[in-house]
């Protein structure tokens, strides 16, 4: 006899409601905003005022600040890495023909809604005259190159708590960018970075509620899979970053040390996340799990408040480190 694939057969269930999901979680097209929408309107006449005004405003921003946002606006534009990821993974069908599966609309869906948060990022750092748009460009092309790793092979669960735990930490990433454009008086940008954020608490929803799903129907797997994601730590997507001329090194670590300096991004908010979905999937009543699952719950419960303690010994260098993507401001 066969041996039964128990993901497989999850994964099948779940995509009976996949229309049901793209409703609630995504918004049609005619409806949802579009870079455009936060951007000078080249057909208009004071579209060259417009980008005067915007590249003044820009002049106020520091440097780590433009830093974390080319790091940002590099991860979003890595999309095409994350798509096929996804299309890969094991219950997930996007070939010809009628075994192409719900599941790959809704990637295909996500994915057009991912989309726009490069394209519009991209199009304000250009506007901007503060990044080295050409560095940025071949990093972007580096990092589709040379992919990325992210630790949960094709198994669905795993995945799902990645793009869980992602997706929230892109909002608190675009949202503490958003805080600090707002503290200079850069409202435009400050709507352009809470709009991205927006699009990622909604994906972060969906994600998180296949997972809550999952925990109803095969809680043991679900755990293991949860605890086996924390215990390697979630990679962020950018991991493999590089400035060009220079092989995979430290620039992703230089990249997210900005980020810990300026607050947008730091080793709490990691732990807080790691917090907020113990809480969301409920973990410490999930029941009907085997020894070994609720050895992970314990792993699990106590994991927030000993990275707490590890992370106190943590120290970021005070001077960012100068990428070529930014020039230095010389005033
Ligand atoms: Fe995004
Ligand atoms: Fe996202």
């Not at 809550?212 to 605890?227: C, G, H, K, N, T």
């Not at 730590?233 to 900005?258: D, T, Y």
Request: proline content about 4%; aromatic content about 12%.
């Amino acid at each position: 006899m066969p041996i039964k694939n128990v993901r497989l057969e999850v994964m099948h269930f779940l995509e009976q409601n996949i229309d049901g999901f793209i409703n609630q979680y995504l918004i049609p097209v005619e409806k949802i905003w579009q870079p455009t929408d936060f951007l000078p309107n080249s057909q208009e006449d004071t579209f060259l005022e417009d980008v005067r005004e915007l590249r003044e405003l820009a002049k106020e921003l520091p440097y780590d600040f433009w830093v974390v946002l080319v790091g940002d606006t590099i991860t979003e534009e890595a999309l095409p890495t994350y798509e096929s990821w996804l299309m890969e993974v094991e219950g997930i069908d996007n070939v010809d023909g009628e075994s192409r599966n719900g599941w790959s609309k809704w990637i295909r869906h996500w994915t057009g809604e991912e989309n726009r948060h490069g394209d519009l990022l991209n199009k304000y750092l250009y506007l901007s005259g503060r990044v080295n748009m050409k560095e940025v460009e071949r990093t972007t092309q580096y990092l589709i190159n040379d992919g990325f790793d992210i630790g949960t092979g094709r198994d669905p669960y795993k995945n799902f708590i990645y793009t869980s735990f992602q997706e929230l930490a892109t909002f608190v990433s675009h949202n503490g960018i958003a805080e600090l454009a707002k503290k200079s008086g850069n409202e435009k940008l400050t709507r352009i970075c809470k709009r991205i954020a927006g699009d990622e608490m909604r994906h972060h929803h969906a994600y998180s509620e296949f997972v809550s799903r999952i925990f109803e129907v095969d809680p043991s797997e679900m755990m293991l899979a949860f605890s086996y994601m924390m215990k390697q730590k979630i990679v962020m997507p950018a991991h493999f970053l590089r400035e060009s001329g220079q092989k995979i090194s430290s620039a992703f670590e230089q990249f997210s040390n900005s980020a810990q300096r300026i607050g947008v991004y730091t080793t709490s908010d990691y732990i807080d996340i790691m917090q907020k979905l113990i809480e969301k999937w409920k973990i410490d009543k999930v029941s009907n799990l085997t020894d070994e699952a609720e050895r992970a719950r314990d792993y699990l419960m106590k994991l927030p408040a000993r990275m707490a303690k590890i992370s106190e010994r943590l120290i970021i260098p005070p001077e960012p480190y100068i990428f070529k993507w930014v020039v230095p401001a010389t005033k």
